[in-house]
């Protein structure tokens, strides 16, 4: 395209040379003509004639034809024609005389006239004086006429310029077809770009690369290749063998042939070249050699390989070291780790402080070694593990840990330092081969816990660049006894709390024989207990909760809930309204806490045993429901109603399930910890309970071993407890019950009943204190209370239980009487001659009962006293 461009310029120069050429020739034809025209002889004359237009237009005429100009006008001094080509124009006026044609010169103007646009000279004719203007000569050619020349001319200028056009593209394209070929097609852009990148490349890269041409002289080496054959600034252009190589390099490389990482000598260097012949496809023939510096690379391939060694070792200690929350546990897994792959001999040493779970207020002389690690008995002449060290100022511990930072003694045979703790055992430990010797203090979070000694005998000398390794083990594993000594913490104070929560001995009752077992989760103090709780009428309540969680939350939500339902067992609630308050306070609990941890989910099972009727009654939300094993060995899982969690109930009832139990029954209340578990459902931890059960004859305790021994996984993943009561009934003979009609004259006969039954009993001691009472609790009843009324004693190995049932459902009040009150001291005579006393209520009426102690003398007033108090009131007054 630049070439047609030219082209184009070229030929559109050339013809407009040409018609200035032409236009110029125009103008000097047609001064010469008109000049010669003006002086020729009789030209004046004829001009001063009387008919100049008749003289003069046939010599302009003939003037014209002969010169190929194409109009020779003569014109007067006024401007009108005497002649003209067209003779119909003559006499017609022209112009104005020009101040050139006055002045008497000729002059020469592009001029419109009646032949079209002309080229025109007018040249002045004067008199034979010289000095008067007789007329003027106007000669002109046409720009037809110039442009009829001038295309005469084109098609030989176009000619040209076309063969000059087609000359020159095609040498363009010649050059251009070669170049493309030799750039494979590239643009200048490109080419520049990659000259670029292909320059920056060749002198940036770490390797040596030459290029040698055919004849062996050395076309380009790159900077690298210039260093490491040792080239001089002039070695381009210069035969191989020229540059003073090694003989077996320099032949190798004007070899031409194929080279794969042969390796030659290069002054100190070994260098690997490869060799590749080039020029196959048509090119100039040569070769291109690469160099790589063995020597480094080696060393470079050592140090990457020993860097991958500890990364792939800190990673494995990341996973294998604070696999357990035990402080020495942990602290034996960094000596595991750290031998032999890093050291030979490994040693722990701790503060006593820490191996108890305790923040250590600084940092003593005084450790104790937690674990020590060697090959091949290397750690032999060391500290054993277990004993209380105390480091001396300047060995290598106490310089690291009152500096904070790791401590090196690469040659133990040439330190001094660290053998003044034991010079004896340095000697030993010299004799045993350790000669190197790093020691790290073990800080997490400010706080140093500790210390840890790496020793070497078989590998080579510590150096500076492993201190930053030895740190850096240190650190992630400082991290790890640090969470197991604030676990063991954690647990020891979990496990307090919940020591001091959990019922530390069963109280003594005779409804039920009683074994139980608690056992917490691997991931520590959990929230399950259980409870005994004795409850009048010799009745007792059987318990198991359940708190959702580990630590010291769950065992502070667990003594909550215990210590409630304790409360409520004592207004001798029935189970479903125990459970229904506990799960009201549950709620009020959790909506009152604002800190996100509730205690809404825990679960809890209560069950009320009555040894005199054999009758248990039981409500559960969201526990698991009891095991049965009736006498003869067969399994029953008590069908009790369920209802949610605590907390979740949402103010729906809870229900009790009521059944008869048979003498030696055992009861078997548990936490789901007992029959799930990671791997296992919770169908198959029933059947397998039921199976562990399905044996007559065994105790309580002899149970809760067989079921543990059955169902407790290696590592249970959550808290078991577990409850086991075998059943008593009350013999007939132990009860005595009387029907008393409302007529306060029948008290009297039932006290002498009382007292014979008492007598029958052995309990003759108890007759006096069991008669008033028996007094002011029936005549109450009749005074105040509605039929129907009874009267029960109970006797077990333990107490005496008086109640006194009647249809209603007031209850009587202990209160202080005046010294003019006439009643009231009743009740007060009633609780200074039993040990408790309370009212029950039922679905019908209330039972007003005491209890007195069978293995000693009631307290109360004296026997004189006594009677004489008994005097004042006769048997109408009860």
């Known amino acids: 395209m630049l070439v047609v461009l030219f082209a184009a310029a070229a030929g559109l120069a050339v013809v407009l040379q040409a018609r200035n050429s032409s236009m110029q020739e125009a103008r000097q034809l047609s001064m010469g003509v008109a000049q010669a025209f003006a002086r020729a002889p009789g030209t004046a004359d004829a001009m001063k004639s009387a008919d100049p237009t008749a003289l003069l237009q046939p010599r302009a005429e003939e003037t014209r034809k002969l010169t190929g100009v194409d109009f020779v006008v003569a014109i007067d001094p006024q401007g009108f024609r005497w002649t003209h080509p067209d003779p119909s124009l003559i006499g017609e006026h022209v112009f104005a005389l020009r101040k050139e044609a006055a002045a008497g010169r000729p002059f020469t103007q592009d001029f419109e006239g009646s032949l079209g646009l002309a080229v025109e000279t007018t040249v002045p004719v004067f008199d034979t004086g010289g000095k008067t203007i007789v007329g003027l000569v106007s000669v002109g050619v046409t720009v037809r006429n110039v442009d009829a020349v001038v295309e005469r001319q084109m098609p030989l200028m176009l000619g040209s310029v076309g063969g000059a056009l087609a000359l020159v593209t095609a040498g363009t394209a010649l050059v251009s077809r070669r170049l493309r070929r030799q750039t494979h097609g ?106 790589r510096d063995t020597t480094e690379l080696q060393a470079l391939t050592g140090r990457a390989e020993v860097a991958r060694e500890r990364l792939r070792l800190l990673y494995e200690a990341g996973v294998r070291i604070g696999t357990t929350l035990d402080v020495a546990r942990t602290a034996e897994e960094l000596a595991e780790v750290a031998v032999p792959r890093f050291a030979d001999v490994a040693t722990v040493d701790l503060l006593d402080p820490v191996l108890q779970g305790e923040e250590p207020a600084r940092a003593g002389p005084e450790m104790r070694r937690a674990a020590v690690r060697g090959a091949k008995g290397a750690a032999k002449p060391l500290h054993p593990a277990g004993e209380l060290i105390r480091f001396v100022p300047g060995t290598p511990v106490a310089v690291g840990v009152e500096r904070g930072h790791a401590v090196l003694e690469a040659d133990l045979a040439v330190s001094h330092g660290w053998r003044a703790q034991d010079p004896e055992r340095a000697r030993r430990i010299l004799d045993c081969g350790l000669h190197s010797l790093i020691t790290v203090p073990l800080r997490a979070r400010g706080v140093v816990l500790g210390a840890v000694s790496f020793w070497r005998a078989q590998q080579n000398a510590f150096e500076e660049e492993d201190l930053a390794f030895a740190e850096e083990l240190t650190a992630r594993a400082a991290v790890a006894i640090d969470n197991a000594r604030r676990y063991t913490r954690e ?214 071993k067989a079921v543990l021994d059955a169902l407790l996984p290696a590592r249970p993943s959550d808290d078991i407890a577990l409850l086991v009561a075998r059943t008593r009934l009350l013999a007939p003979s132990q009860v005595a019950e009387w029907d008393v009609p409302s007529d306060p004259a029948v008290v009297a006969g039932i006290r002498a009943d009382v007292t014979r039954r008492l007598q029958e009993w052995g309990l003759e001691e108890l007759a006096f204190s069991t008669e008033l009472v028996i007094s002011e609790l029936v005549t109450n009843a009749i005074r105040y209370g509605a039929t129907p009324i009874r009267l029960r004693l109970l006797h077990d190995r333990n107490s005496l239980i008086c109640e006194v049932a009647d249809g209603s459902s007031t209850s009587p009040h202990l209160r202080r009487a005046a010294d003019t009150d006439e009643g009231g001291r009743g009740l007060f005579l009633v609780a200074q001659f039993t040990q408790r006393w309370g009212t029950r209520y039922m679905s019908r009426g209330k039972v007003i009962w005491t209890e007195q102690s069978v293995h000693g003398t009631a307290a109360g007033p004296d026997g004189d006293t006594a009677e004489a108090l008994l005097d004042q009131w006769g048997d109408a007054d009860w």
């Open 491 to 704: 647990h020891a104070l979990a496990v307090t709390l919940q020591r001091s929560l959990l019922p530390r001995s069963l109280p003594d009752q005779s409804a039920v024989e009683v074994a139980h077992r608690y056992l917490p989760a691997r991931a520590g103090v959990g929230g399950d207990w259980f409870d005994v709780i004795p409850l009048p009428g010799a009745r007792v309540g059987l318990v198991v909760g359940d708190v959702v969680g580990h630590g010291l939350h769950a065992a502070a939500t667990m003594g909550r809930l215990r210590t409630a339902v304790h409360t409520f067992s004592a207004l001798d609630l029935s189970p479903d309204e125990l459970i229904r308050h506990l799960d009201e306070l549950v709620t009020r609990i959790d909506s009152e806490e604002s800190d996100g941890e509730g205690i809404t989910g825990a679960t809890c099972l209560y069950a009320i045993y009555d040894p005199v009727a054999g009758m248990c009654s039981l409500a559960r939300s969201g526990h698991p429901g009891p095991a049965l094993v009736h006498p003869d060995g067969t399994v029953e899982h008590l069908q009790v109603p369920g209802s949610p969690p605590l907390g979740l109930g949402g103010g729906l009832p809870f229900e009790t399930a009521e059944h008869t139990l048979s003498e030696g029954s055992r009861l078997v209340l548990y936490t789901d910890g007992l029959i799930e578990g990671e791997h296992r459902d919770i169908d198959i931890g029933l059947e397998m309970l039921r199976e562990a059960l399905a044996h007559p004859d065994r105790t309580p305790e002899e149970t809760c």
């Open 186 to 291: 590239l643009d200048p852009a490109e080419m520049t770009r990659m000259y670029e990148h292909h320059d920056a490349v060749l002198h940036s890269v770490r390797e040596g690369v030459l290029i040698i041409s055919g004849d062996g002289r050395l076309l380009l080496a790159n900077d690298e290749a210039r260093r490491l054959l040792d080239l001089p600034a002039d070695a381009e252009q210069r035969r191989v063998t020229d540059l003073g190589l090694e003989a077996g390099t320099a032949e190798l490389l004007v070899s031409g042939r194929t080279a794969t990482d042969e390796v030659h000598l290069a002054g100190d260097r070994l260098l690997a070249v490869n060799m590749r012949p080039v020029g196959h496809d048509g090119g100039p023939a040569g070769s291109v050699a690469t160099l």
